[in-house]
């Protein structure tokens, strides 16, 4: 039942083939339509019966979607969140990229007859969801497209209101399957290279591999350096306590003979804590034994708590405790470098997820330094770049 679909794709798109054919596939009334999980292999499971209401473009576009889902992990990134909002956040990131994918579709139940709502009689409809459906711009994360959905919900709630995110009405395939998956995140990533890695060098020999695909193919593969000495070169360079001698100022021990000894003033660090509602407090607390390390090494750092808006703004004093951070909404880094200007940095650290909206951030006149959650990006090419990789309890 697959023949048409994958022949399709080896003739047009010969890396989501590839994936499909390292895939087990099942036909199965247990999904609506179509799934993927990862238990011992990759699985793809199709409702044969949803299958047979596509052509094979049809076919192939759910093929792909289906490959997106597994390339771009899915299952791991769901983490926390509601699971319906983030279905659909995900759904939104993918779609895009995917010519020829069906906007709609009708679910069928086991038995392959249509699913009709209870209330109304009519068919239940399966929506292939952009972000341009909810005003909201194109290609950017799952993470970004669930805050966004999640402050959509609440200000309709707060007007009296409220969206309903029903099952099945949003998604065009079914994620209760990713429930499924093994509970182990590094097998789980190992297995999506196991199956993305030959898929992508036999495509990049056809020369037929996608380049935004590629871009997050590469954020997969991804080794990172050890961030913590990036950190500690990063404030060891910007925050050194300089001694310079001087023969205008008296040697206290030796007098006029010897140059006298005259001690700098400490260069300033500021480093931004993302605070917003994508980033965990584990990954917050990570953030701050790394802002007592390099404060450890001399330097005077001021911390900003930050999300679409700088919540607070201080100098760091260990002894004054816990810090319990504000913020939790969307991600604009452009007020945490108009905010900066105020304390005069010789260097910024910006811990963060790379989401970032809004008005661009202009480029500061002092170094620069994106501590990125691991497999994240950011859209600004001024500044190094390092990637804190958070072990998880």
Not at 187 to 213: C, D, F, Q, T, W
């Amino acid at each position: 039942m697959l023949d048409e679909a994958i022949m399709y794709l080896i003739q047009n798109k010969p890396f989501y083939a590839h994936l499909v054919m390292g895939m087990r596939k099942e036909f199965t009334n247990r999904v609506p339509t179509a799934g993927v999980n990862i238990t011992d292999k990759v699985n793809l499971l199709i409702n044969p019966d949803f299958w047979k209401t596509m052509d094979a473009i049809e076919q192939a576009a759910i093929l792909e979607h289906e490959c997106l889902h597994v390339v771009m992990n899915h299952f791991k990134r769901r983490e926390h969140r509601k699971p319906r909002l983030y279905n659909m956040a995900a759904d939104m990131a993918i779609n895009e990229y995917i010519k020829g994918i069906p906007r709609e579709i009708k679910l069928l139940d086991k038995d392959g007859k249509p699913v009709i709502n209870k209330k109304t009689g009519e068919p239940v409809t399966g929506k292939t969801i952009f972000p341009s459906d909810y005003k909201l711009p194109s290609r950017q994360t799952s993470e970004y497209y669930y805050e966004e959905l999640q402050k959509q919900q609440k200000e309709e709630q707060e007007q009296g209101g409220e969206k309903q995110y029903e099952p099945g009405q949003d998604t065009i395939d079914d994620h209760d399957c990713w429930d499924e998956s093994i509970d182990n995140d590094e097998v789980i990533e190992e297995k999506i290279k196991n199956l993305v890695k030959p898929a992508m060098e036999e495509a990049r020999k056809a020369g037929n591999m996608p380049h935004e695909i590629s871009k997050l193919i590469e954020r997969l593969f991804h080794k990172p350096k050890d961030w913590r000495k990036d950190l500690q070169k990063f404030a060891a360079k910007n925050t050194e306590v300089i001694g310079d001698t001087s023969r205008k100022v008296r040697n206290r021990r030796y007098g006029i003979i010897f140059p006298g000894y005259v001690k700098k003033e400490k260069l300033r660090i500021v480093v931004a804590v993302d605070t917003s509602g994508s980033v965990s407090q584990e990954e917050q607390t990570q953030f701050m034994a790394e802002i007592h390390k390099i404060h450890q090494q001399g330097a005077t750092v001021y911390i900003m708590e930050a999300d679409a808006d700088v919540h607070n703004a201080y100098e760091y004093e260990p002894k004054k405790g816990p810090i319990k951070f504000k913020g939790g909404g969307g991600t604009c880094f452009a007020p945490v470098f108009e905010k900066a200007k105020e304390f005069n940095p010789d260097g910024l650290i910006y811990m963060t997820d790379g989401d970032d909206y809004g008005p661009e951030a202009k480029k500061p006149n002092y170094p620069v330094m994106w501590a990125l959650l691991r497999g994240r990006g950011v859209r600004y090419k001024w500044g190094q770049k390092t990637y804190i990789d958070v072990k998880k309890k």
